[in-house]
């Protein structure tokens, strides 16, 4: 089992990316998946989830609406789009993902937001 970043890049302030989180080996609908951040020296934090009934959980200092997650069950995908983003953006995304209690870490992707 396994889940797999991609779509991470470099972008101008208010700019926009979609990342996305491929999983493989289980059904991501069927689990919650959610998207961390990290940024050097900083620790791991939550951004937004998506649990298997397709409800958007927003976590502490995220919940202005930037930030969103959707997801493909026919690709098996979760997608995180981020929009207006700023350079405190800047940081690598991971996906993360419960499946019945096993945790499933990806290796992250990085963004880059430049002022």
């Known amino acids: 089992m396994q889940v797999v970043e991609s779509g991470g890049g470099l972008v101008q302030t208010g700019g926009s990316l979609r990342l996305s989180c491929a999983a493989s080996?289980?059904?991501?609908?069927?689990?919650?998946i959610q998207w961390f951040r990290q940024v050097p020296g900083s620790e791991r934090v939550p951004v937004v989830g998506?649990?298997?009934?397709?409800?958007?959980?927003h976590y502490k200092g995220f919940t202005g609406g930037r930030f969103t997650v959707s997801r493909d069950s026919a690709k098996n995908t979760v997608y995180l789009q981020m929009n207006n983003l700023t350079p405190e953006d800047t940081a690598v995304y991971y996906c993360?993902?419960?499946?019945?209690?096993?945790?499933?870490w990806g290796k992250g992707t990085r963004v880059t937001v430049s002022s």
């Open positions: 993360r993902a419960n499946n019945h209690g096993t945790i499933i």
């Open positions: 080996g289980f059904t991501a609908s069927d689990n919650l």
């Open positions: 998506l649990d298997s009934m397709n409800s958007m959980l």
